[in-house]
């Protein structure tokens, strides 16, 4: 009875040992395979973990390129208004070529008017001017007005006020009539008070005198009239020598007034360009 149980567990025993070797070996291979598993596993976090980041840098990139897109769009859309603002900038060139063509056409018809204009002025005042004893007493003043370019009022002296010098020379009935009588302390007294105006002003009065004489002046002779005009001037100019003398200095000392004068260039000194109180004249060349 025990034989057959013995060999039965001899085989029993067989079959464990073949299957314990077969799982030792079986153990042992899937050790190596287990031991692949992880490092392929290890493998597979690290790239997984590559690929994150990957993508993360992706994403940066795809951010950056959408702003650059967004800069890109708004650049085409400043060229684009660029562009719009050129095109309209040419015709306005144009448009102002041609006005500034149209410009210059006009001032040159201006340029002609007023020419023909200053002419017929001149001519209209000559023939005024040979009338001077009817004037009355704003027909002189307006004269003097135009001789001394005061006929603009921004032009004109700040101190003179023409108005008040109008009412003075009715007063003092200073018209074309008394002119061969007038004296430079008239002038003063009218409201010319600045010494180179009053003495330009009294310059102008004779040389019109001389200029347009009267019949009556001209069937006298010459050289009496002559005689006369230059005593009358002596007389004068001694009459008013300390008036003048005393109101110039008087008007050289006032910065203000100084500052309203227009003086002209022949009256001032070359070297300090101010007003020349006693000039000369050279010998040699007369200046």
Not at 70 to 79: A, N
Not at 149 to 159: A, F, H, R, V
Not at 176 to 184: H, M, Q, R, W, Y
Request: glycine content about 4%; charged content about 30%.
């Amino acid at each position: 009875v025990l034989v057959p149980v013995m060999k039965q567990k001899f085989k029993i025993d067989g079959e464990i040992n073949k299957y314990k070797e077969i799982l030792q070996n079986k153990k042992s291979l899937y050790s190596d395979k287990l031991e692949k598993y992880d490092n392929i596993y290890e493998d597979c976090e690290q790239l997984i973990g590559s690929l994150n980041d990957l993508i993360k840098y992706c994403n940066q990139k795809i951010t950056e390129e959408n702003e650059m897109n967004k800069g890109q769009m708004s650049i085409q859309m400043e060229l684009y208004e660029l562009g719009t603002n050129l095109a309209s900038f040419e015709e306005y060139g144009l448009s102002f070529f041609d006005l500034l063509k149209g410009f210059q056409k006009f001032e040159i018809l201006n340029k002609n008017f007023i020419s023909n204009s200053t002419k017929k002025l001149n001519a209209g005042w000559k023939c005024i001017e040979s009338s001077w004893p009817e004037w009355q007493c704003d027909d002189l003043l307006l004269w003097i007005q135009h001789k001394m370019g005061w006929l603009n009022t921004s032009k004109s002296p700040k101190y003179l006020d023409f108005d008040d010098i109008l009412e003075n020379m009715q007063f003092m009935q200073i018209t074309g009539a008394s002119l061969v009588n007038l004296k430079k302390v008239d002038l003063s007294n009218a409201g010319f008070k600045i010494y180179a105006h009053r003495t330009k002003i009294y310059q102008l009065i004779k040389s019109l005198i001389t200029k347009y004489k009267q019949p009556e002046e001209a069937g006298q002779n010459d050289e009496n009239s002559t005689a006369d005009i230059d005593c009358h001037d002596n007389d004068n100019d001694e009459n008013d020598s300390d008036f003048d003398d005393q109101e110039g200095a008087t008007t050289r000392g006032d910065d203000s007034d100084d500052e309203e004068i227009d003086i002209p260039d022949k009256y001032k000194c070359a070297l300090t360009d101010e007003l020349m109180s006693n000039p000369v004249i050279c010998g040699h060349n007369n200046k």
